[in-house]
């Protein structure tokens, strides 16, 4: 009978002590506001920041050619920490000679990728223009924002001939 009260105390003096261990592990674990994996919009006091390296401004295609557009968006919440993006369009209009007026509202490209919560995206896309008889002029304008509502914008021109 002894025995039996021994062991009895001793499974529950083990199974507090685990319980015990296992409530300080979690609450050791959780994220704090201090914490530089936590992201908090209203610390976010950097836009994204977006690099076009392909086409290059003012940059001639020829009518048929591959019109590669590469580059990346970075987006940080300060110097040290990382951001958090919402959005990102790609879009390439066709635009007059001057680049002041769209000519044609219909995109050649227009792309929404999924950027969502991400903090670096780099984008990789393509187009063309098959034809035409006359020098055309597109702008390609990429816009990214992050949830705290910050915005970047950069815009590129370029024509086919």
Known sequence: MKFKKSLMKKIA???FTCLAISMLFITSCEKSDNSIYFYNESKDT????IQ???PL???????????HIVGNVVDKETEKTSGKLKSLTI???????????VKNNTPILYKTPA?????VYTFNTKTLVNFG???????????AYDYAGRSARDTTKFSIQ
């Open 91 to 101: 879009e390439v209009l066709q635009m007059n000679a001057t680049y002041d007026t």
């Open 46 to 49: 950097i836009a994204p920041t």
């Open 52 to 54: 076009t390296n392909a």
């Open 13 to 15: 003096l083990f199974s």
């Open 115 to 119: 950027v969502d919560g991400k903090d």
């Open 57 to 67: 401004n003012s940059e001639i295609f020829n009518y048929g050619d591959d019109i």
């Open 133 to 143: 008889s006359e020098t055309t002029y597109y702008r390609l304008l990429i816009t």
